[in-house]
């Protein structure tokens, strides 16, 4: 809890010891909420001015800003560490992808669609696009309005409207009227009508400026006149400056908690020229604090690593992602299927599955609870033995499943073999290292 020691909690609390927060004492949860471990609500008892004491105290460093509404609504912000193993970032970066006004007005449907259609299964978990940006490159502040409306007809997913004219942002938040998009850009030559805009329409707006030292003085003024969903949009002309000013901008932000620049931040990957380069500055961007990222691409190679990157930076690195300990069936298998064994780790099990989904094959797979760990990391910790595979394949009733008595152990503990073999009687085989070769290795040896 930002700026309270525990003792200075512990003072705001009711100090009953009664046990309703689940910790012992009153002092035992209130080092928890200093270390931001749990949230006040935890305890029923606390008197209302020490919830508004300690609320205010606790907000975090950089501002919650909520785009979009009801079930398509998306939070940036409120990010509270520098680094992934202090604490896990807390909402993910909003990926969207930009559709400029220079397209025919004919092809806005078919471009939304390909934009909600960059969806993804990765892992167990869907991954997919935020928002489609709308920028405006070409049209009039009318034609831009209507442009927006035709977007924002032909998709669910929420608007982010860009334009250096405020009569263009007034015109697409009029014929759209509501919807909460993310408006911008609000400069030093515009801030004053797009703030106007932001506060009739009651929306976010992006601020762009070229220094921190200039950013930190338009959201000063925009705060004053009592707009404060603000997102940070820093110019920048190549990535290693992107990065540079990202950085500090998130140390500002969350060491020094400077509250004129503690906002989530924004970038635009525009490098046309190199779509290679596209795909690193969007990874680049997603590790690197960025809280809302526009692409101008729907290839589908270029947008799947940049939310795959997403996906692995926007989890625990503390907990273990792992799947269910239990027999998974992997299309339709029978009695002639192969069984295989692996353990609980998400990337192992998914990398297996996917593999075997991929070359037609069904079969059963007998997975272990390791803690989330994958097969060598496992072994070395003593939590996969031959003894414990044996006692997981016959507990979820695998070798009952099927006619035959073979096994497919992995290929990176072949020394597990006779010890599985010895303990259960089955026949058991070697598979190969990695999953990619298991289509292969079936194909040859089942």
Same mark, same amino acid.
């Given at each position: 809890?930002?700026?309270?020691?525990?003792?200075?909690?512990?003072?705001?609390?009711?100090?009953?010891?009664?046990?309703?927060?689940?910790?012992?004492?009153?002092?035992?949860?209130?080092?928890?909420?200093?270390?931001?471990?749990? $949230?006040?609500?935890?305890?029923?008892? =606390?008197?209302?001015?020490?919830?508004?004491?300690?609320?205010?105290?606790?907000?975090?460093?950089?501002?919650? %800003?909520?785009?979009?509404? #009801?079930?398509?609504?998306?939070?940036?912000?409120?990010?509270?560490?520098?680094?992934?193993?202090?604490?896990?970032?807390?909402?993910?970066?909003?990926?969207?992808?930009?559709? /400029?006004?220079? %397209? @025919?007005?004919a092809e806005i449907g078919s471009r939304a669609e390909e934009i909600e259609e960059?969806?993804?299964?990765?892992?167990?978990? =869907?991954?997919?696009?935020?928002?489609?940006?709308?920028?405006? $490159?070409?049209?009039?502040?009318?034609?831009? #309005?209507?442009?927006?409306?035709?977007?924002?007809?032909?998709?669910?997913?929420?608007?982010?409207?860009?334009?250096?004219?405020?009569?263009?942002?007034?015109?697409?938040?009029?014929?759209?009227?509501?919807?909460?998009p993310l408006v911008g850009r609000a400069t030093e030559e515009n801030w004053e009508?797009?703030?106007?805009?932001?506060?009739?329409?009651?929306?976010?707006?992006?601020?762009?400026?070229? $220094?921190?030292?200039?950013?930190?003085?338009?959201?000063?003024?925009?705060?004053?006149?009592?707009?404060? @969903?603000?997102?940070?949009?820093?110019?920048?002309?190549?990535?290693?400056?992107?990065?540079?000013?990202?950085?500090?901008?998130?140390?500002?932000?969350?060491?020094?908690?400077?509250?004129?620049?503690?906002?989530?931040?924004?970038?635009?990957?525009?490098?046309?020229?190199?779509?290679?380069?596209? %795909?690193?500055?969007?990874?680049?961007?997603?590790?690197?604090?960025?809280?809302?990222?526009?692409?101008?691409?729907?290839?589908?190679?270029?947008?799947?690593?940049?939310? &795959?990157?997403?996906?692995?930076?926007?989890?625990?690195?503390?907990?273990?992602? /792992?799947?269910?300990?239990?027999?998974?069936?992997?299309? @339709?298998?029978?009695?002639?299927?192969?069984?295989?064994?692996?353990?609980?780790?998400?990337?192992?099990?998914?990398? %297996?599955?996917?593999?075997?989904?991929?070359?037609?094959?069904?079969?059963?797979?007998?997975?272990?609870?390791? #803690?989330?760990?994958?097969?060598?990391?496992?072994?070395?910790?003593?939590?996969? /033995?031959?003894?414990?595979?044996?006692?997981?394949?016959?507990?979820?009733?695998?070798?009952?499943?099927?006619?035959?008595?073979?096994?497919?152990?992995?290929?990176?503990?072949?020394?597990?073999?006779?010890?599985?073999?010895?303990? /259960?009687?089955?026949? =058991?085989?070697?598979?190969?290292?990695? &999953?990619?070769?298991?289509?292969?290795?079936?194909?040859?040896?089942?």
């Amino acid at each position: 809890m930002a700026d309270l020691s525990a003792m200075e909690i512990y003072q705001e609390l009711p100090q009953t010891d009664c046990g309703d927060c689940n910790f012992p004492t009153c002092m035992a949860f209130a080092m928890q909420l200093a270390n931001n471990q749990v $949230s006040l609500d935890e305890c029923p008892h =606390v008197s209302e001015a020490a919830e508004e004491k300690l609320a205010a105290s606790s907000a975090p460093p950089m501002k919650i %800003v909520e785009i979009g509404e #009801g079930e398509e609504a998306l939070e940036i912000g409120g990010e509270t560490v520098e680094f992934r193993h202090e604490e896990k970032f807390q909402r993910p970066t909003v990926i969207g992808i930009r559709l /400029s006004d220079a %397209v @025919d007005e004919a092809e806005i449907g078919s471009r939304a669609e390909e934009i909600e259609e960059l969806e993804f299964e990765r892992v167990g978990e =869907v991954i997919s696009v935020d928002a489609v940006s709308v920028t405006n $490159s070409s049209l009039s502040p009318g034609e831009f #309005g209507e442009f927006v409306r035709k977007v924002d007809e032909n998709t669910e997913l929420p608007l982010i409207v860009l334009s250096e004219e405020p009569k263009a942002i007034e015109e697409g938040l009029e014929a759209i009227g509501s919807g909460n998009p993310l408006v911008g850009r609000a400069t030093e030559e515009n801030w004053e009508e797009m703030t106007e805009l932001a506060k009739e329409y009651e929306c976010p707006m992006a601020v762009e400026g070229e $220094s921190l030292e200039e950013l930190a003085e338009l959201t000063e003024m925009i705060t004053d006149e009592g707009v404060e @969903d603000l997102v940070l949009l820093p110019e920048y002309s190549k990535l290693g400056d992107a990065l540079e000013k990202f950085t500090r901008l998130r140390r500002l932000a969350i060491e020094e908690e400077f509250s004129p620049l503690g906002y989530p931040l924004m970038a635009r990957v525009e490098n046309e020229q190199n779509p290679y380069q596209q %795909v690193a500055e969007g990874a680049s961007h997603v590790l690197k604090y960025c809280s809302v990222l526009t692409m101008d691409t729907t290839k589908p190679w270029q947008v799947l690593p940049t939310l &795959a990157t997403r996906q692995h930076i926007y989890v625990d690195p503390q907990v273990q992602s /792992s799947v269910d300990s239990k027999l998974h069936e992997v299309g @339709d298998p029978g009695p002639t299927s192969p069984v295989l064994f692996t353990t609980n780790f998400q990337l192992t099990y998914y990398s %297996v599955e996917g593999e075997l989904e991929d070359a037609g094959f069904s079969a059963y797979v007998a997975v272990k609870d390791t #803690g989330g760990l994958g097969i060598l990391n496992a072994y070395a910790d003593d939590q996969l /033995s031959g003894e414990g595979i044996v006692e997981t394949v016959r507990e979820q009733g695998a070798m009952e499943k099927v006619d035959h008595d073979r096994l497919i152990i992995p290929g990176l503990v072949p020394q597990l073999r006779m010890s599985v073999q010895e303990e /259960s009687g089955w026949d =058991v085989e070697v598979g190969p290292e990695d &999953a990619a070769s298991i289509p292969s290795y079936l194909r040859e040896e089942w």
